[in-house]
């Protein structure tokens, strides 16, 4: 799914010379420029409370809520529907493991919780449209973002952001042929792109493999973490930025900051 904006200006520039000018950004969207997470938490805080209230302990439905948000994830990848699902498994596993007959109205109240994440949409970060408008001024950019096409670009249009980027797409895995086939359309190269985003798996280690030089911006949320997201390893160098403004610093003047192979 891709949505462009029109090119200004009517010369052609040969390959060549396209190549070797235009400078390309292409940005993740959650947790990078929207605050993902926190809709996800909002959703699993209430799963959790309607557990509690029929005598579930939250550790206990958080740890097991895990494990299967996690298989879900690998089945049916990051649709949003599959939240409300997980609930509904680990509310019927706990429910028998606990001795408690499953509840009609407990089940209706965690498809409430579930329909959090899709109905809800999350916030811009603090930064976010500052460094989109620096940056669309004076670079090509683009947004690829996994997910559902539908509620991916319902969410940059109700955050105001569709128009800084000339492409949008919408993928269900990010990979280095996902990036080497943007960059191609865009008549870049690698060594003129940059890759920000906050998964070493899906954003870092994508952009190391094509070439591109790349920005881990370091997304914290106070309460959620996606364990499925985390721990792998880099396959290269890379920037940090703690904030979304210092990524304007990093690329304006990369030799001033120290790239790492590991945070």
């Given at each position: 799914m891709q949505t462009r904006r029109q090119r200004k200006g009517s010369g052609k520039a040969c390959p060549i010379e396209q190549a070797r000018d235009t400078l390309l950004l292409i940005f993740d969207l959650d947790d990078t420029l929207v605050d993902t997470s926190d809709v996800y938490y909002r959703a699993r805080t209430c799963f959790l409370d309607v557990l509690r209230r029929v005598g579930i302990a939250p550790n206990l439905a958080l740890k097991r809520f895990e494990e299967i948000e996690s298989s879900h994830i690998a089945e049916y990848g990051f649709?949003?529907?599959?939240?409300?699902?997980s609930m509904q498994v680990t509310y019927d596993m706990l429910a028998r493991e606990c001795g408690l007959s499953a509840r009609e109205d407990i089940k209706k109240r965690l498809e409430e919780c579930g329909r959090i994440v899709i109905e809800e949409c999350p916030q811009l970060i603090d930064g976010a449209l500052e460094v989109l408008d620096?940056?669309?001024k004076r670079y090509e950019?683009?947004?690829v973002t996994r997910g559902i096409a539908d509620l991916q670009l319902r969410k940059t249009a109700?955050?105001?952001?569709?128009?800084?980027?000339k492409r949008i797409e919408v993928?269900?895995?990010k990979d280095a042929d996902v990036l080497r086939r943007i960059i191609e359309k865009e008549g870049s190269a690698p060594s003129a792109t940059w890759v920000i985003g906050d998964s070493i798996k899906s954003d870092i280690n994508p952009a190391v493999e094509v070439g591109a030089r790349c920005i881990l911006y370091l997304y914290t949320h106070a309460s959620y973490h996606w364990q499925q997201e985390y721990g792998d390893i880099p396959k290269g160098p890379?920037?940090?930025?703690?904030t979304l403004p210092e990524i304007r610093d990093i690329i304006?003047?990369?030799?001033?900051?120290t790239m790492v192979l590991t945070l």
């Open positions: 649709a949003p529907e599959r939240y409300g699902k620096w940056a669309s950019m683009c947004l109700r955050v105001g952001i569709s128009q800084y980027f993928v269900a895995q890379f920037y940090v930025a703690k304006e003047a990369p030799e001033h900051f």
